[in-house]
T-cell receptor
């Protein structure tokens, strides 16, 4: 079974600064997907970024980028130019690339990010 | 373009009552997933359904919980004889099927609804 670990329960960053959230995972599969979801106080789960394991290039979405290290099974999220609206819980998630019954997401326990004005 | 819809947003039940949570997937999505989030925890997978079929229910408690996704209408997560430990946020997500045209979004990504917060008194 796959596991996802987020070792930082809480992080804080000064507004406009850069912060990196850590995520490691354990799997025996070679092909899979990794995601970062954001959960603001409204509790809505919002997709931030996704990464396909077969792609060596790190995914980027505006101020959000990942550092995907497949051999190390590491998938960190970097937020540049932090904004007050980035304050939220951030969850790392894993999904197998195998279809037909393996599509469920496995989530980490989350990192609560606070933005200091 | 409507996203994933869940209702009700908040549901209060007394111990022993039944709770019914509804989820309407995004347009063109034929796959629905239910997750539960206990207070201060991450989301835990419960069940994965396609139209009229349960594909994976490995995360579903064996008793009192059931789910369906009929040919017509929303997906329903049903909890019978609720207990205080069922108090949680229940999230539904949907995704399109790779071989079916018309689904919005990436086929490998799940799009979440706003959740239903269940409180059992």
């Amino acid at each position: 079974a796959q596991t996802v670990t987020q070792s930082q329960p809480e992080m804080s960053v000064q507004e406009a600064e850069t912060v990196t959230l850590s995520c490691t995972y354990d799997t025996s599969e070679s092909d899979y997907y990794l995601f970062w979801y954001k959960q603001p106080p409204s509790r809505q789960m919002i997709l931030v970024i996704r990464q396909e394991a077969y792609k060596q290039q790190n995914a980027t979405e505006n101020r959000f980028s990942v550092n995907f290290q497949k051999a190390a099974k590491s998938f960190s999220l970097k937020i540049s130019d932090s904004q007050l609206g980035d304050a939220a819980m951030y969850f790392c998630a894993y999904r197998s690339a195998i279809y037909f019954g393996n599509e469920k997401l496995t989530f980490g326990t989350g990192t609560r990010l606070t933005i200091i004005p | 373009n409507a996203g994933v819809m869940q209702n009700p947003r908040h549901l209060v039940r007394r111990r022993g009552q039944e709770a019914r949570l509804r989820c309407s997937p995004m347009k063109g999505h034929s796959h629905v997933y239910w997750y539960r989030q206990l207070p201060e925890e991450g989301l835990k997978f419960m069940v994965y359904l396609q139209k009229e079929n349960i594909i994976d229910e490995s995360g579903m408690p064996k008793e009192r919980f059931s789910a369906e996704f009929p040919k017509e209408g929303p997906s329903i997560l049903r909890i019978q004889q609720v207990v205080r430990g069922d108090s949680a946020a229940y999230f539904c997500a949907s995704s399109p099927w790779p071989m079916v045209a018309g689904g919005q979004g990436d086929t490998d990504t799940q799009y979440f609804g706003p959740g239903t917060r269940l409180t059992v008194l």
